[in-house]
């Protein structure tokens, strides 16, 4: 293997600093790269990716322990080929100028938005789908016409490795390079003079990288976490809630930034929602104990870290209600789904993102207590609602904020090509996804091009009663 190459996986700071130089030089030979060269960049990803589909989802379970290949394929590869079918339909559409009329004081001028490639993005990419998170934001990256510098997660080591050797394959190292290390290696990468930097993962090292990227004035997208509440309304179809809810929940056993973290719901429907919620663990995780399509947790210090929360809302006065008959066992990192009620907001569990298959349930007594619940906490990355009447929606809607919002489902909403993905407050900043992910990794450098024949010379001094005359006439027509 190349030695350059290879250096991308176990970066020092010089490595680091010789990487970005030889993208930016290779851009700066090439600002404006046209849509087929960036066509041709998404069509070698999206060839690796099917070609190395089977080995990425064997590494990604090896480092979780069990990783259902379904959920990869279902959770990162489809998203991820899906994305880059958008960007190939799209892109070229994206590029184009925008045109129009100047204001009616300045005619015949005219202006345009050129959208002009950033430069160099970083992507600093999260454990919980390493695949998809590189991947997603990287398709964005190259349809705008950037050159991208990843770092990949410690803690999905086997994944994050391949994924950089096969990079280096695909792709040479003056478009797209990936860099592996631990969190040195992480905050050093967040410190570089990007062009623009995407990071993906806790509030907590949002804060550290953006401090980072400050000092460069690096302008940065913050796709954090929180926790998402889902809201059962009056007139949901209670089942098919409880059912869609399980499933958000449980996908990658919980550990999923938009996964509903808590539930909100009538007060004398929560012995319910229990049943119900037990019956649909029955269907789709039977014999959960030995089921392969249940996700472990990914490290020892993150199954810990979920029965600490447990335990301590547990000695609190919580109760943990069991969704099944299967019991935890910490050498395979498994952890049966549990639903807790009597919580409180002073229990870590209700203060802390969970990212893992516990959920809280609070019993509402009338829907604007639940508004005002959402309302009260810092803004979520996700909401569901599941409700029919459409009055009852518009009020949620109009009274919270959140990043994201799944009507009558749960996560699917990041799946829509057309619909941004971002955080508001301290659940991000910014945003991706398609359309809006190419203008987030573009400059739409705005032109004003003065016709040859116009009456700027009418405005220039000295300031004489032909002066006063227009000016009042501009002044009149705002």
């Known amino acids: 293997m190349n030695p350059e190459r290879s250096a991308a996986r176990d970066a020092t700071d010089a490595d680091l600093a010789s990487m970005l130089q030889r993208l930016h030089e290779a851009q700066a030979r090439e600002p404006m790269p046209d849509w087929p060269i960036r066509a ?36 990162e590869i489809f998203p991820s080929l899906s994305a880059m079918r958008h960007a190939l339909r799209h892109g070229r559409r994206w590029m184009r100028p925008r045109r129009s009329l100047a204001g009616l004081a300045f005619l015949p001028a005219h202006n345009v938005l050129i959208p002009q490639p950033l430069g160099v993005i970083g992507i600093i990419v999260p454990w919980n789908y390493p695949l998809y998170l590189a991947v997603g934001p990287l398709v964005d990256a190259l349809a705008a016409g950037n050159r991208a510098m990843l770092k990949m997660s410690e803690f999905t080591p ?44 806790s509030t907590a090292v949002g804060h550290h990288v953006m401090r980072a990227a400050a000092a460069n004035l690096t302008p940065v997208t913050l796709e954090l976490g929180g926790k998402s509440p889902a809201i059962i309304g009056p007139g949901a179809r209670f089942e098919h809630a409880v059912e869609r809810i399980v499933f958000g929940k449980l996908v990658n056993a919980g550990q999923t930034c938009i996964a509903p973290d808590y539930v909100l719901l009538p007060r004398a429907r929560v012995a319910e929602f229990i049943e119900l919620a037990g019956k649909a663990v029955a269907r789709m995780y039977p014999q959960l104990e030995r089921s392969t399509q249940y996700a472990s947790i990914v490290s020892d210090r993150q199954y810990r870290r979920l029965v600490a929360l ?22 395979r990192r498994l952890l049966p789904p549990q639903l807790m009620t009597d919580v409180d907001d002073g229990m870590a569990v209700m203060r802390e993102e969970i990212f893992g298959p516990l959920l809280p349930l609070l019993p509402y007594d009338a829907l604007d207590d639940a508004i005002a619940q959402v309302a009260a906490r810092p803004h979520p990355l996700a909401l569901y609602l599941f409700e029919q009447d459409q009055a009852s929606i518009d009020r949620v809607l109009a009274r919270t904020r959140a990043g994201g919002v799944s009507i009558n489902d749960t996560l699917y909403h990041i799946a829509q090509h057309d619909l941004p993905f971002g955080g508001v407050g301290a659940s991000g900043m910014g945003g991706y996804h398609g359309e809006a992910g190419f203008r987030t990794f573009s400059h739409l450098k705005p032109v004003f091009r003065q016709a040859r024949w116009n009456g700027a010379g009418l405005l220039n001094p000295p300031y004489g009663e032909r002066f006063r005359r227009m000016l009042i006439l501009l002044l009149r027509r705002g």
């Open 310 to 331: 447990r335990d301590d809302a547990l000695a609190a006065g919580a109760h943990a209600h069991p969704l099944g008959e299967a019991t935890a066992d910490s050498a």
């Open 40 to 75: 041709q960049r998404l069509r070698k990803l999206e060839q690796m990716l099917r070609e190395q589909r089977a080995a990425f989802a064997a590494a990604i379970s090896a480092d979780f322990g069990c990783r259902p290949q379904e959920e990869t394929d279902m959770l």
């Open 158 to 201: 086997r994944f994050s490795a391949l994924f950089a050797e096969q990079v280096a394959k695909y792709f040479p190292p003056d478009e797209v390079v990936v860099v592996n290390g631990d969190a040195d290696v992480a905050q050093a990468f967040s410190a570089l003079p990007f062009d623009h930097l995407l990071f993906t993962g």
